[in-house]
């Protein structure tokens, strides 16, 4: 059942992604006038939720418990080592997003020097917020994706690799799942897909170092939700989400 779990999982994660990113390649020549947004935070986050509701019927189904998957009390397993360069480097990006957030939040002059630095960055220039309604729905797409991409990307796939591969090694368990987050972002392009492997990864090591996915669930919203004003807000551009 496991391995049914495993296959089905790979499937739906590679073919969704490669489809939206074929999708849109077809769509680049199409002119888009008003439309600012390529990404409509509504269907993501629809996205999200029902791939983690569909992780928790095959947990239901499987008798995975939320304990198994990594929702648990924090606790160090691993050597001194791993444990600490992976809290260094974590605790290093937190405090990246940290000053992202506050300073494009207090800072006129940084939202302008990113704004020029994102001119001709069609993946940011499509999801990042302009206006409050925005901010608000990228705010909860940050929080949905903390929570359902650790549930299924690290907690689901990571169980369901140790149940089926008992002496898989620990290099293995970082690899596999990164590599599927990082194909899961194509719609960013090649470069898109290695920074999110890479970032994945890291966020695999926490979970193993930590031995819970709610640290990794923390970090992760933390490093989305410092995006949230990099743009200053215009006020013209409220009719901007589309359905």
Not at 8 to 22: E, G, H, N, S, W
Not at 23 to 35: I, L, M, Q
């Amino acid at each position: 059942m496991y391995i049914a779990f495993l296959i089905l999982l790979f499937t739906f994660m590679l073919a969704m992604p490669i489809a939206k990113a074929l999708k849109e390649k077809k769509s680049k020549d199409v002119a888009r006038a008003d439309k600012r947004h390529g990404i409509n935070y509504y269907r993501v986050l629809a996205g999200m939720w029902c791939s983690a509701i569909v992780v928790l019927i095959m947990s239901f189904i499987g008798g995975i418990s939320l304990a198994d998957i990594g929702f648990r009390a924090i606790s160090f397993t691993h050597n001194i080592w791993f444990t600490a360069i992976t809290l260094a480097i974590c605790g290093l990006m937190l405090l990246s997003s940290l000053y992202t957030l506050i300073v494009s939040l207090a800072s006129k002059k940084f939202r302008g020097k990113k704004k020029a630095e994102l001119t001709n960055d069609d993946v940011a220039n499509d999801i990042l917020p302009r206006t409050t309604k925005e901010k608000w729905l990228f705010a909860l797409m940050s929080f949905s994706s903390g929570i359902c991409e650790e549930f299924v990307f690290r907690g689901f796939m990571m169980f369901l690799l140790l149940a089926i591969f008992p002496e898989i090694p620990i290099f293995l368990i970082v690899l596999i799942p990164s590599v599927i987050f990082g194909i899961g972002h194509l719609y960013q392009g090649w470069q898109g897909v290695i920074q999110t492997g890479v970032v994945g990864a890291i966020l695999m090591c926490l979970f193993l170092a930590t031995d819970s996915l709610i640290p990794v669930m923390a970090l992760h919203f933390m490093l989305n939700v410092s995006d949230m004003f990099l743009l200053s807000e215009k006020k013209e551009d409220k009719p901007s989400l589309h359905l």
